[in-house]
């Protein structure tokens, strides 16, 4: 006799285990995170559990056992990569890769199902609710610790602008044509001539011969992208409150970067962006080709990294983490265009951005004035 083991469309351990990894992904992100990206996730996350368990259903015989080998599967989804990055740091930091991790999954994953078809049905509906209570208690968990953090009020912020920057009205008529050039990470003339004995004076002299402004000794205030792009947007500088109170001894120079502050600074970017405004408002078009969405102008780029809470909980997924990194290892151009990895995007990215500024640059006698990022 087959028993009841689920909904009628979707076992209910299913969604409460995309409940859990949802509500668990919302802890620790409450500045960074907008209001649809959580249940745009959930959504997505139904859909394909529901299309794993109905597929899953489909190929079985026994289809009283199928609820529970989809959950398997689902479970794999979600958090075959958090579990290997946990592996990872436990094992040997940075040496537990994926010959030993895929094959130890694998084995776990078939033992699994096994005992799935050995176990009998009393021992299995047993499981089941055991396994609904367990989901259900982690899910009221994560569900605290959220409603926790969102009634704490912190003295003192992650992150923020050290001034709140007011541009002074436009002084005089002339309004040239803006067109921000970043070479990210490109070490630069005095860098390159440092590594390698030579001096490569080609970009400077083709920059400075085009009238463009070209720094004679760059720096950079912090050791990340993602902190020089907020600061430059922002027209300010960059503090760190909570670093300074647990690590008095390091300046801002040292700030760490982790998931959160790459969402938090984007986020800064995208909704207090003083620059941007004060062109908008003495007439320039901005026009943006970056990677980060600015206010009344989105980034129509590819998306090559995590700059909100949705793409960061994408990538952890099993989808997510084909795309970002296993597929690199396919030496396919087509492979990589299809299934739009993220070596494919970079690619595509790094060259629409080119052309789309060349072409920006080409353009005479523009009116109004442009701006060009």
């Not at 028993?3 to 859990?20: Q, S």
């Not at 367990?134 to 992150?159: F, N, T």
């Not at 001096?199 to 920059?207: I, N």
């Not at 060349?358 to 005479?364: D, F, T, V």
Request: glycine share 6%.
């Amino acid at each position: 006799m087959v028993k009841k083991t689920g909904g009628r469309f979707l076992p209910l351990n299913h969604i409460l285990l995309i409940v859990f990894f949802v509500l668990n992904g919302m802890n620790g992100f409450r500045n960074v995170i907008r209001v649809r990206e959580p249940f745009i996730l959930f959504v997505m996350l139904i859909g394909l559990s529901t299309i794993t368990y109905w597929v899953t259903r489909s190929l079985m015989k026994d289809k009283g056992r199928a609820p529970f080998i989809s959950f398997l599967i689902v479970f794999i989804l979600l958090f075959g990569r958090t579990m290997h990055s946990g592996i990872n740091e436990w094992y040997k930091p940075g040496r537990f890769n994926y010959a030993y991790y895929f094959p130890l999954l694998l084995s776990v994953s078939v033992s699994i199902v096994w005992l799935v078809r050995k176990t009998s049905w009393t021992k299995l509906e047993q499981f089941r609710e055991y396994l609904n209570i367990v989901l259900i208690s982690l899910s009221i968990y994560e569900a605290g610790r959220l409603v926790y953090d969102l009634m704490l009020v912190y003295k003192l912020p992650e992150m923020e602008y050290s001034n709140d920057t007011k541009p002074g009205p436009w002084v005089g008529s002339d309004k040239p044509n803006i067109y921000f050039l970043l070479f990210d990470e490109y070490q630069g003339e005095k860098g390159i001539a440092k590594m390698t004995g030579q001096a490569d004076s080609s970009l400077r002299t083709y920059l400075n011969a085009n009238r463009f402004m070209v720094a004679k000794d760059p720096s950079s205030g912090f050791r990340y992208t993602f902190y020089s792009m907020a600061s430059l947007f922002g027209m300010s500088d960059l503090t760190f409150p909570r670093d300074e109170v647990h690590h008095p001894n390091k300046n801002r120079h040292h700030a760490f970067l982790d998931e959160r502050r790459i969402i938090m600074a984007s986020a800064m970017i995208r909704e207090k962006n003083p620059l941007v405004n004060y062109l908008a408002a003495n007439g320039y078009d901005i026009r943006n080709h970056s990677i980060f969405d600015l206010p009344g102008y989105p980034s129509h780029a590819l998306d090559i990294t995590y700059l909100t809470w949705y793409g960061l909980q994408y990538h952890k997924t099993l989808p997510g983490w084909l795309v970002s990194d296993l597929m690199h290892i396919v030496p396919s151009n087509a492979v990589q265009r299809v299934f739009n990895t993220f070596f494919y995007r970079t690619f595509r990215q790094n060259e629409d951005c080119y052309f789309a500024t060349l072409a920006e640059i080409q353009k005479q006698n523009r009116k109004p004035p442009c701006c060009v990022l």
